[in-house]
């Protein structure tokens, strides 16, 4: 890029009348320095600049210190190996394990999962139903109004499962049941259909894609607003949290560009948000759409909207103002654990811990004998880099000092009054890929329609389905800084151990792809150089790139 350097210099002769005749003076103004402009990718981290073609010594270590070279289906659900060996941090983090495994007391009045590890299936992807009459258990549709305001009745979340006192089994909902029957049953039944999509590489090899529309029917608590936008959301993996949690803000700014200064066509954007208990603005690096600052942000509001779990930083029931039915259940609560909420202080920090030090799997592909890679994995990493994906999935982080929880550092017992950084987490060098920025990704929705099951439109009643059909990746839901085409980069790590965790897992935000391949295809607006490089590749060179993104 080039620079424009503007040197501006003035002489002013000044003539004056004195004793000694005329007096001649010369003043140089100095030259304007132009504000310097920083190309985005420049982190300060003392790092050598990342090769494309060689891997660093140490790349196999994903997740820096916090690696673990179990790869089975329990590869998401391990600890960091610098804690195993201190009694009270291992026991914090096994008591964690246990509180997100089980189901807490005060669950509901609406939820869409009794436990954390239902939604995170061994740690890792939830599931998309594999047929209609499956109800969404571990994904669900966010809420609001065109502006992204949550809806008056149905809040920011459509929870499918509501209760009633003395029944252990989620309520399915009931089309206007909690209006007429005074019950809590579940809000709404939501459910995807597929249409396949025909489409051909460069060198002619087909492939298919599956577009969902997804369709809501048995709204108990009345109609959703006259603007409604909705969502899809599979859960995500959770390890690693921490580590991405500790990187410094400002090595994630440097990447951001949103003005496209380097002009690649990425415009990575960094947002903002209030951080509940300090009350301080910091960087959003979680959820679909960075929406919190930090893992005890995204798990206590998890708490409440998926599970119905009320907490010090989220402390309201999960029912809004117009769901009387949810709020007469809510007062029926018993047991609660500390100061009238569901969930002591102490165990959200325990559950945060155990989200913090969750490790992630070392890299396959690597022969740590002969300190050497499998060829294919890194002519795929070349590739990797050469289409483009590396401006988004940056390959390598650095950590700074891990801080210790805000709500104190967590015992077995109780909650101490402090905040120790947490060692196994700080100064780590990893290889997350990804940016944490968001990103324009192209698509377009039409306005959600009503339709019975024929697809002939209607107005009202129970056989009314509410439509929301798209193209591309939008969702037409603003969320946050978020607009309806805006997504955040998702880390990679892992990824070639999905289905080996959850064999039913899928990929994408909301599960439409069916292999990583798939995934790389759905990829629009400032991915859609890359997602073109791709199709451009021989079948090989395919191979080779797909055979890197499974060693991760």
């Keep these: 890029m080039k620079k424009q350097f503007c040197v501006v210099s003035c002489v002013v002769w000044l003539v004056a009348c004195g004793g000694g005749g005329n007096e001649q003076k010369t003043e140089v103004i100095p030259p304007v320095t132009p504000p310097s402009v920083v190309m985005p990718g ?39 190996p610098a804690i195993r060996s201190d009694f009270e941090l291992d026991g914090v983090f096994k008591s964690g394990d246990h509180l997100f495994r089980g189901v807490h007391a005060g669950q509901g009045p609406l939820f869409n999962n009794p436990t954390c590890q239902g939604c995170h299936i061994k740690d890792g992807r939830g599931e998309v139903p594999s047929h209609p009459s499956e109800a969404m ?67 002619g090899t087909p492939y298919q894609l599956r577009q969902p529309t997804y369709k809501v029917k048995d709204l108990s608590y009345g109609d959703f ?57 910091k960087l959003a690096r979680f959820g679909y759409k960075a929406v919190t600052a930090s893992v005890l942000q995204q798990i206590s509001g998890a708490y409440r909207g998926d599970m119905g779990i009320t907490n010090v930083v989220a402390t309201q029931e999960s029912c809004t103002d117009l769901q009387p039915a949810c709020i007469e259940q809510a007062a029926q609560e018993q047991d609660k654990e500390q100061d009238g909420l569901d969930l002591s202080a102490l165990a959200l920090a325990q559950v945060e811990f155990y989200n913090r030090l969750l490790a992630v799997p070392m890299r396959r592909g690597f022969d740590s004998n002969s300190q050497s890679w499998q060829a294919d994995v890194l002519a795929g990493r070349t590739l990797f880099f050469n289409a483009q994906c590396a401006s988004c999935h940056i390959p390598r982080h650095k950590t700074g000092e891990a801080q210790g929880s805000l709500l104190g550092d967590a015992g077995l017992l109780d909650l101490a009054d402090s905040r120790t950084p947490i060692a196994a987490l700080s100064n780590q060098v990893i290889y997350p890929y990804t940016d944490l920025l968001l990103h324009d990704m192209g698509g377009a929705c039409e306005l959600i329609a009503r339709e019975t099951a024929q697809g002939e439109a209607c107005d009202d009643g129970a056989q009314c389905y509410w439509v929301q059909r798209c193209q591309g990746l939008a969702d037409d839901r603003p969320e946050g800084s978020a607009s309806g085409t805006e997504w955040k980069t998702p880390p990679l790590w892992g990824l070639g151990l999905v289905k080996t965790v959850n064999p039913r897992a899928t990929f994408l935000h909301d599960g439409r792809a069916r292999s990583i391949s798939e995934a790389v295809l759905w990829h629009g607006g400032e991915a859609s150089a890359a997602k073109d490089n791709f199709k451009a590749m021989t079948l090989t060179e395919r191979d080779q790139l797909l055979t890197f993104l499974n060693s991760l």
């Design 225 to 281: 607003n006259p603007d409604v936008r909705l969502s899809p959301r599979v859960t995500p993996s959770i390890f690693g949290a921490g580590l991405l949690e500790a990187i410094p803000e400002a090595s994630i700014l440097s990447y951001a560009d949103a003005d496209d200064v380097n002009k690649d066509g990425i415009s990575g954007r960094a947002v903002f948000v209030t951080e509940p208990i300090s009350l301080q603005s």
């Design 42 to 80: 420049q982190p300060d981290d003392g790092l050598a600049a990342l090769s494309p073609i060689t891997p660093d010594n140490v790349e196999h270590l994903a997740g820096g210190d916090v690696t673990t070279i179990v790869s089975n289906q329990d590869a998401f659900s391990q600890s960091a």
């Design 137 to 203: 258990s571990s994904m669900f549709l966010r809420i609001s109004d065109a502006q992204g305001n949550a809806d008056p009745i149905y809040g920011d979340q459509i929870q499918t499962f509501g209760l009633k006192t003395g029944q252990s089994q989620g309520l399915l909902p009931k089309h206007r049941g909690a209006i007429e029957e005074g019950i809590a049953y579940g809000e709404a039944y939501a459910w995807v259909e597929y249409q396949l999509i025909e489409g051909v590489f460069d060198d």
